[in-house]
């Protein structure tokens, strides 16, 4: 049997009128008849008691139109689920955050891409920049949010924006009391801070922007995470640096941030995925980062 068969049949069923079926299915009639013939022959029954005036279903034929109406019922879901995975509407998507960009733009981000496109079964996750390109290079995770530059031959990335870095201080700190602060004023302060392999490149390009083309700054201490480097900064163990928006968000007793003089050092925002990627949700999730990202940007009132 062809589905070809199976429409021309359930429309001859369904309307038990040769002409009426014909027009509905858009072919002439005369290639609706010869299709039921063919359906009969193959299958060895009747399935139409038909003479010139009347049309009707014999056992055999109503027997066959509740089979038919499921067959093609199911070739249209399948069609329609498959063409909504090939457009990016449906699927699944593993998505990590870095743990220094889980809300702001990056939650902007995801709450837009899940209302777009709910039916996407999207698998959030956390880490570390370094450990995001790991994860790519394996293919655990399909996107993920990262601190560029990568410099990874295999990773293709999209920044979206870039924000400025703050200075952390312990509140009893001589520089607290400013309202910014200098690169200058932080050349001889010791400095808490994560560990390189971390994220080679933002680690390399943040301390150049505030320290210099290869200046090295005196670190006492790095901390895996954020809340322990801004925990050791309120022991008064040194000063550290911050994205602004973490600095709006996680706030620690004991320490106070302060903005950059200009020009501001600042730090992006990105999203990484593998050059040979090929997911149309992927695809869709970068137009949203995009489109989201320049909203963001946008003046006020624009």
């Given at each position: 049997?062809?589905?070809?068969?199976l429409r021309?049949?359930?429309?001859?069923?369904?309307?038990?009128h040769?002409?009426?079926?014909?027009?509905?299915?858009?072919?002439?009639?005369?290639?609706?008849?010869q299709?039921?013939?063919s359906?009969?022959?193959?299958?060895?029954v009747?399935?139409?008691d038909?003479?010139?005036?009347?049309?009707?279903?014999?056992?055999?034929?109503?027997?066959?139109l509740?089979?038919a109406?499921?067959?093609l019922a199911?070739?249209?879901?399948?069609?329609?689920r498959?063409q909504?995975?090939?457009?990016?509407?449906?699927?699944?998507?593993r998505?990590?955050?870095?743990?220094?960009?889980?809300?702001?733009?990056?939650g902007r981000?995801v709450?837009?891409?899940?209302?777009?496109?709910?039916?996407?079964e999207?698998?959030?996750?956390?880490g570390?920049?370094?450990?995001?390109?790991?994860?790519?290079r394996?293919?655990?995770?399909?996107?993920?949010?990262?601190?560029?530059?990568?410099?990874?031959p295999?990773?293709?990335?999209?920044?979206?924006?870039?924000?400025?870095l703050?200075?952390?201080?312990?509140?009893?700190?001589?520089?607290?009391?400013?309202?910014?602060?200098?690169?200058?004023?932080?050349?001889d302060?010791?400095?808490?801070?994560?560990?390189?392999d971390?994220g080679?490149?933002?680690?390399?390009?943040m301390?150049?922007?505030?320290?210099?083309r290869?200046?090295?700054p005196?670190?006492?201490r790095?901390?895996p995470?954020?809340?322990?480097?801004?925990?050791?900064?309120?022991?008064?163990?040194?000063?550290?640096?911050?994205?602004?928006?973490?600095?709006?968000?996680?706030?620690?007793?004991?320490?106070?941030?302060?903005r950059f003089?200009?020009?501001?050092?600042?730090v992006?925002?990105a999203l990484?995925?593998?050059?040979?990627?090929?997911?149309?949700?992927?695809?869709?999730?970068?137009e949203?980062a995009a489109?989201?990202?320049?909203?963001?940007?946008?003046?006020?009132?624009?």
């Amino acid at each position: 049997m062809e589905l070809r068969q199976l429409r021309y049949f359930v429309a001859v069923a369904e309307e038990l009128h040769f002409r009426r079926a014909a027009e509905r299915l858009h072919v002439a009639q005369p290639g609706v008849s010869q299709q039921i013939i063919s359906l009969e022959a193959e299958l060895g029954v009747r399935l139409l008691d038909r003479d010139r005036r009347t049309v009707a279903l014999t056992p055999a034929g109503t027997a066959l139109l509740e089979e038919a109406r499921a067959v093609l019922a199911g070739v249209d879901r399948a069609r329609a689920r498959t063409q909504a995975a090939g457009s990016g509407v449906t699927g699944r998507l593993r998505l990590s955050l870095t743990r220094s960009l889980t809300g702001g733009l990056a939650g902007r981000i995801v709450d837009a891409y899940r209302g777009r496109f709910p039916e996407v079964e999207l698998e959030l996750s956390a880490g570390h920049t370094s450990l995001h390109v790991e994860q790519l290079r394996e293919g655990a995770i399909d996107v993920a949010f990262v601190r560029p530059p990568l410099n990874d031959p295999l990773i293709a990335e999209l920044e979206l924006a870039r924000e400025p870095l703050v200075c952390v201080l312990p509140s009893q700190h001589r520089l607290a009391r400013r309202r910014r602060v200098s690169r200058e004023d932080l050349r001889d302060e010791p400095l808490v801070w994560w560990a390189r392999d971390h994220g080679p490149g933002p680690w390399d390009e943040m301390l150049a922007q505030v320290y210099g083309r290869g200046g090295t700054p005196p670190i006492v201490r790095t901390e895996p995470a954020e809340e322990r480097i801004l925990s050791a900064v309120a022991e008064g163990l040194g000063v550290s640096l911050s994205m602004l928006e973490v600095s709006r968000v996680l706030r620690i007793p004991g320490t106070v941030c302060r903005r950059f003089t200009a020009p501001e050092p600042t730090v992006g925002i990105a999203l990484a995925w593998r050059r040979d990627a090929a997911l149309p949700a992927l695809q869709r999730l970068r137009e949203v980062a995009a489109e989201v990202a320049a909203e963001a940007a946008a003046p006020p009132g624009r």
